[in-house]
């Protein structure tokens, strides 16, 4: 496997100022160490020329190398040490890169930590070399206070990293898996900051507590990270990842199972508001991907690639089941919301020559089980630490790029026809609006997991798919513009693409589960999406809306035949809630995103505005229907069962909004000096509302600012940073 690196470089001449002190003797040479300007913004009025020998653009890495041997099984993690929530660097030298981050799941009585170190390694030529270790963690936990995986209530990955000198930003992923499930399931996707002449480090935690099943037994885990050192790409990765599990008092008393009819029961007496992750967390998780044990196992989809297929064969008291997705765009669609729609493209000569990609800008991820389409993610765009100007995301790296965002689909109802002890067929694929959905050859790294919730008899779970949208596997999309004379030359191209109408997609099937619950699940969505795009020789800018919800819905399967139209809208479905006993998980989303860059002879400078806005919520049936506590445990994932009382649980928003600019002089075709700005606002609530509210504010060598309220502040990420 060689996953590419994205986008280009490397060493931040702008940072020689503060670098003063610690002079080398290598400095004369690191000095004249400069940023390349990614090729897609190349134009024929600016010929780049003398950059940095080696890559020069995305997609260039050495793809076909050939793979290096594995490393061997490391021995056993080591180990329980007293967990320290960010690890100092070793080298005060060294810059804190970071990125503005929502804290794992918080639990409001306190915790005890245990951390095991997974893997702890200086990524060189790791190329096809990732970091293989078989995991136990009755070994690693033993003689510590998490040595029960039963008793934890929390579970995060956690990542301190440090590099210096000169390279690219790398595609990093962590699988775990066993033989009995299935090996190879994605729970960590991850980029790093490109380092700078001085050095940076970054600290990363992510929840995961939704893999509880895979963590709390023994398990197969890859920690891949692919990086090249040479004489020109300096810098090594230094990674450690560790795993800590946390516990707390109260769940030890027995009695808190969210499943089964008397669910309700242990809520009265446990004054915990964190449920254990055994209790809330799926009870199988199954990978959707290679499957591989000691290899990165992620799909390359896309164009003559073809799209991802596993098969899955389902417990036959299976209840309620997720599809979890990872997705995204690299190489020649790693900017994939720049994309020029094909009529136009086709008529420009030299767009290719010329570091231009096709297939307009519009990407979604479809699931289809058995070849029968079940939803569909529209991705956020994530922008790597060398996206389009490097300056733009030193020291602050993108919401999503340390740890990227993943999307649900909920194919519960399809449930009824999957426990048949027959191996199903999940297929994952990219496509666009334009014909056919082409995109990009094999640009999308993409994999995913189905998290399997268990009814607590072992009979098997009946039911049928009873309503379903048709056609919705055909995206459709509009494109307009115009363009006059040759856009790369004296001309300009200006067009919109975007979706005729919001695209909505909803199933409903019958559940009977073997203990005798018996209702209908329902899975629906909507998406718009438009982007305004510009090109001419000197400049490119993108627009881009995209906004929907998704809900997960369960209802009495005496409620109102209505429920079951197809193109229920969002409203209907309110209506519907207040007046059956509809119990819905909904999330919102909205990624905006405006991208510009302006190129001349001597300045290449660039914009970028984006927001990550999402909210989770339950409803809870009005009074005018009693609810039914037990179909009210059966909707929603693992995120929205961090509170024992789920239906108590308040709405979970996180908030990004970010803009950014970058000014850079050009000399012979790179970037001799610059200075990029960012501005941040975060807003993070939890389901027990909990708060973080946080202003940030960073040029290239500095953190301007950094405002940092709310009553969980003490958990935010990163912790409160030294302005400066
Ligand atoms: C990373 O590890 C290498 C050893 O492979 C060491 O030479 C280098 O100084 C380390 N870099 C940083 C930034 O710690
Ligand atoms: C899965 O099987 C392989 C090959 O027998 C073995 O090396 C590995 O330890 C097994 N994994 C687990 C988690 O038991
Ligand atoms: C991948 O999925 C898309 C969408 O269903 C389909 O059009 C295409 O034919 C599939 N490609 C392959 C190679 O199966
Ligand atoms: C654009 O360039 C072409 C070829 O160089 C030239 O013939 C034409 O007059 C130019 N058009 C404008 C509007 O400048
Ligand atoms: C391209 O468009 C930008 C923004 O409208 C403008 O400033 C620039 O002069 C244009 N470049 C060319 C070569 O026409
Ligand atoms: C950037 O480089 C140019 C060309 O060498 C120089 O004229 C300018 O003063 C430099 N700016 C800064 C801020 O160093
Ligand atoms: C960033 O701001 C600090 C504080 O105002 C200033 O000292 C530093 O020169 C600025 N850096 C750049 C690259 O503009």
Known sequence: MHLSSYALLVAVVASSSSATTHTRKHEAKDRSQQLKIPAIWKSPLFKSGAGPPG?????????????????????????????????????????????VHQPAPILTVPALACSVTLVDRSFTNSYGSPSYLSFDPHFSFAGSACADPAQWTGLTLDIHGETRGRQFDRLGTVWVGNNRTGQGVEVFRLDNPEPTRQGVYWDVNKDVGKYYSLFSEKADVIFDLPNIVDSTYTGALNVTLKLTASVDGFIARRGLHRRGASADQG????????????????????PLSKRLQTDNSVFQVGGSAGNGTTPVTFPRNAARAVVEVYASGTASEEFWYTGLPDKYYNQIPGAAENGYYGHGPYREVQLYIDGTFAGFVTPYPIIFTGGINPLLWRPSANYGTFDQPTYNIDITPFLGQLTDDKEHSFELAVVSSEVGGAINDASWFVSGNVQVYLDSSEERTTGKVVKMAKGAEVVD???????????????????????????????????????GLEYVAGWYQSAKYSNTGFVNATAQTNDQTSSGWTRS?????????????????????????????????????????????????????????????????????????????????????????????????????????????????LMNGAIVNGTGTSEQSFMYKDMAGGTIDRETRTNTTSVLEDRLAGSVRGRAQPGQLRVV
């Open 55 to 99: 890559l020069d653009a995305p997609g260039s890495l050495p793809f076909g190398s050939p793979p290096t041997p594995l490393t061997p099984p490391s021995s056993q993690p080591s180990p329980p040490k007293v967990p320290s929530s960010a690890s100092p660097p070793k080298h005060s030298s060294l810059q804190e890169n970071f990125q």
């Open 267 to 286: 809520h009265k007496t446990v004054h915990s508001t964190a449920a254990s992750l055994k209790g809330r967390a799926a009870d199988v998780v199954f």
């Open 553 to 665: 819905v369960v209802l009495d399967n005496k409620s109102p035949n209505n429920v079951l139209d197809d193109d229920l809208s969002s409203d209907d479905l309110q209506t519907l809630e207040n007046s059956a006993g509809v119990h819905a998980v909904q999330l919102d989303y909205n990624y905006p995103l405006y991208v510009a860059s302006f190129l001349s002879n001597a300045a290449f400078d660039a914009q970028v505005t984006q927001q990550f806005d999402r909210t989770i919520q339950n409803t809870i049936p009005s009074r005018a229907s009693p609810p039914r506590a037990d179909l009210g445990l059966m909707v929603g994932d693992e995120t929205t069962f961090v509170h024992a009382k789920p239906a108590a649980a308040l709405p979970h928003t996180i908030l990004s909004r970010r803009k950014e600019e970058a000014v850079s002089v």
């Open 477 to 515: 999309g509009y494109t307009t513009g115009s363009i006059t004379g040759d856009p790369l030359g004296n001309g300009t191209l200006t067009y919109e693409v975007g979706l005729k109408q919001p695209r909505s997609f909803g199933v409903a099937g019958t559940i009977k589960t073997g203990s």
